[in-house]
């Protein structure tokens, strides 16, 4: 069977999609990705061998007449690109994970009268999914709390699909390193090779600064980073090392901000050991490694963020961005922290000196953590991404080429 899904935009939406084509492919399906031509969408499709359909598209920034019609111009365009492209792949199905980058592939695949089905992450459904819903044949959400928000005659909670797991980044690596040895056979001249040693290089030298028994927090703020979640964590873990704790941090900082992240904790001028152990990334594929060693995530309440917690065990300060025109990021974060999985701090209170003393506080409270951690792993009840795929195999007629 042939399967398009359409996961462009954040890394929200991606990892999420490729979780499930991996999960197809392995069934013996044919798999097309239909992106959005966001930068940043390169980076996560590190390792993906498919097909790969671009179609620019881009969401709403003003309700200016001005702006709405440059809108409509913009969609009506990517619906006829998509039509084009899926009558040259012939899609028997289309999956497709919300955002703007949705609304082209689907009202393409509806024109052509490919069924649909509609993955929904966060609590509170986006534009996108609700404006759809009305031609998707099934709707699959992440979080059980969604039906209180989205009605549809087909509504499945699927949960929600998380990336590779550390044994596939093992692969990966190993893959990578596959592809070295077999540039340098043929003598090629040209920069690849030596790029992709350098970025390995780096890599290693970056996890290699820390220990498997040292508590160690995972900062993230989306696929961009954070500026202010940066600055304050980074300053709230200074004082805690410089206080005496024993303590190593997983940075990722988004590219803006991952030099001065990194100068932050290296505290340019004084002897090394005086730095805090660290691991700075501006971008990071290989999350499941990261999950794998924290010992509490400080964070974005992202869908895709919440069900990797959720998946690894890892207890978490849950920030939500403060900005969201429908707060998902605060449903998402009060249904983890209503399981006992996490704890909210809002962005507009959040200050060094009450983070350096909750995080304190928490590294004294093992119990309080375990609790946390077993809470996180029970709300993770089936394997999302086969259980998505399975949907998906349905509605399309569940036979591979």
Not at 179 to 207: F, L, V, Y
Not at 221 to 230: E, I, K, V
Request: aromatic residues 6%; charged residues 20%.
């Amino acid at each position: 069977m042939k399967i398009g899904i359409a996961c462009g935009g954040t890394g929200g939406h991606i990892f999420p999609g490729l979780a499930v084509a991996e999960a197809l492919r392995r069934r013996g399906h044919t798999v097309v990705l239909w992106l959005a031509g966001k930068p940043g969408e390169d980076l996560a499709l590190v390792g993906w061998v498919g097909t790969v359909v671009t179609v620019y598209a881009r969401g709403v920034s003003s309700y200016a007449p001005r702006a709405m019609i440059a809108t409509c111009f913009r969609l009506v365009r990517a619906v006829l690109q998509c039509r084009q492209s899926m009558q040259r792949f012939s899609p028997d199905v289309l999956l497709a994970m919300g955002s703007y980058a949705s609304i082209g592939p689907v009202l393409a695949a509806r024109w052509l009268n490919i069924p649909v089905v509609l993955h929904e992450a966060n609590v509170i459904p986006g534009r996108a999914i609700r404006f759809l819903s009305r031609w998707a044949e099934a709707v699959a959400v992440g979080f059980e709390e969604t039906r209180h928000h989205l009605a549809h005659r087909r509504l499945v909670v699927t949960g929600m699909p998380v990336r590779e797991t550390g044994r596939q980044a093992a692969e990966e690596e190993a893959n990578i390193e596959r592809r070295i040895k077999m540039k340098d056979r043929c003598r090629t001249t040209d920069a690849g090779p030596q790029s992709e040693i350098g970025n390995r290089q780096s890599k290693i030298e970056n996890w290699g600064a820390l220990a498997p028994t040292v508590f160690t927090l995972l900062i993230m703020g989306g696929s961009r980073g954070a500026h202010r979640l940066n600055a304050i964590v980074s300053q709230a873990i200074l004082r805690l090392h410089r206080e005496g704790n024993s303590l190593q941090v997983i940075h990722l900082a988004g590219p803006a901000d991952e030099e001065s992240i990194r100068q932050v904790y290296r505290q340019t001028g004084l002897p090394a050991t005086a730095g805090v152990p660290h691991a700075v990334f501006g971008f990071l594929h290989d999350m499941p490694w990261a999950y794998q060693m924290a010992s509490l995530a400080i964070c974005r309440s992202g869908a895709s963020t919440c069900a990797e917690l959720s998946y690894y065990g890892v207890p978490a300060l849950l920030v939500p961005y403060p900005f969201a025109i429908h707060q998902h990021q605060a449903a998402n974060a009060d249904a983890l922290a209503s399981a006992g999985a996490a704890d909210i701090c809002d962005e507009q209170i959040l200050t060094v000196d009450w983070l350096a003393g909750y995080v304190t506080d928490l590294m004294r409270d093992t119990a309080r953590l375990a609790n946390m951690r077993t809470a996180a792993l029970q709300r993770v009840t089936n394997n999302p991404a086969s259980t998505l795929a399975e949907l998906v195999e349905e509605v399309g007629g569940g036979i591979p080429d």
